[in-house]
């Protein structure tokens, strides 16, 4: 079906703050964005936590959310802690839209971003990848604009800058494979599969034409439980 599927890989564990708290703001805040005439969805992949993500965001009432839940035991076969090629491209697998978007569990995609999807993306008739940066949201943040720029509009590497998004037509990465899962350990997954798009179907850095509207939650890069509450969906209206 013509629409967005939304991609996120997580798992409920400690990891510098609460990473399910900002799951929760990123999810708040995405399911709203999806309506009759904007079909789409966001598949949460769960790295085998003992408690499920879905058990733990069950209170919260999503219309646009679905969960997969990968077994400890099939994680514990991989050589990585937590590998995100491997969820993000079981995710992917599973999309029932025409876009897979690969978005960060602690990244907000703007309502820019999801307007210049339904009203462009999905009209064009030759089908084509495309690529944003996202910003740094500061400790201390309270709204969506207090965030700076993770790099320059027009910064010529920019397939070496933190993903805001990662945008491919569900056909084109089951053509190209997805992610290289031998890349376990994050080397330069973004940057291995990014070239292998540009090769096989163009892929567009969009960063500048839509403003980075994408946006990195602050968090403490400590592993040793610091709080660090996020605002609710409410105070970002």
Known sequence: ??????????RNA???GDPIDRLRLVLDYADRQFTANRPGEILVVDAGSQVPVREVLAPRQYKHVRHLYVPRE??????????EVHLLNCAARCARFSYVGRIDQDTIP????FGWFYTQVLQDLKPMSYFSTRRDLPQGWQKLTDAVYN???DF???????????LVPRAIWYSVQGYNEAMAQRNHMEHDFIFRLRRWSGLEHVSALLDSDFYHIWHTQSRIGAENACPTLEQLQ
């Not at 079906?1 to 997580?10: C, E, M, N, R, Y």
């Not at 010529?156 to 990662?166: E, H, K, S, T």
């Open 1 to 10: 079906d013509a629409g967005l599927s939304l991609i996120i890989a997580t």
């Open 74 to 83: 099939v994680c514990e076969t991989i050589a990585s802690p937590f590998s």
């Open 151 to 153: 790099a320059p509009l």
């Open 110 to 113: 703007g309502s820019r971003f």
């Open 156 to 166: 010529p590497r920019w397939w070496q800058c933190a993903v805001g998004i990662l």
């Open 14 to 16: 400690p990891y510098e």
